[in-house]
């Protein structure tokens, strides 16, 4: 199974960016999507999640009202659009799927498929 995060780039401060996550073919029915980061020298950290159904979203405290979640379609089964980038908000981002419920969005060790992350640069 393989997803794949795309959409990061260099922007700067103030702009936006969004990111979008694909599957090679495989459906998450009952999965939580998550979106995480990491920055060089950090450890990786939640950043938003949603149910599959798309009926429920989960965010990082620090990142609501900058960042937006959202189903895709089709292959493309996540977005990410996140605005007013900061600087600190440089890392890889990445996309990933937990077969557990919305309860345990935040806790990556449930995620058990991951896709390669994307660069997101976010230049003073």
């Known amino acids: 199974v393989q997803l794949q995060a795309s959409g990061g780039g260099l922007v700067q401060a103030g702009g936006s960016l969004r990111l979008s996550c694909s599957t090679s073919?495989?459906?998450?029915?009952?999965?939580?999507l998550g979106w995480f980061r990491q920055a060089s020298g950090k450890a990786r950290e939640f950043v938003a999640g949603?149910?599959?159904?798309?009926?429920?979203?989960y965010y990082a405290d620090s990142l609501k009202g900058r960042f937006t979640i959202s189903r895709g379609k089709g292959r493309n089964i996540m977005d990410l659009q996140m605005n007013n980038l900061e600087p600190e908000d440089t890392a890889i981002y990445y996309c990933?799927?937990?077969?557990?419920?919305?309860?345990?969005?935040?806790?990556?060790?449930?995620?058990?498929?991951w896709g390669q992350g994307t660069q997101v640069t976010v230049s003073s």
């Open positions: 990933a799927a937990s077969p557990w419920g919305g309860s345990y969005a935040e806790e990556m060790r449930r995620y058990t498929y």
């Open positions: 073919g495989r459906t998450f029915g009952g999965h939580v």
């Open positions: 949603v149910t599959w159904s798309g009926d429920n979203t």
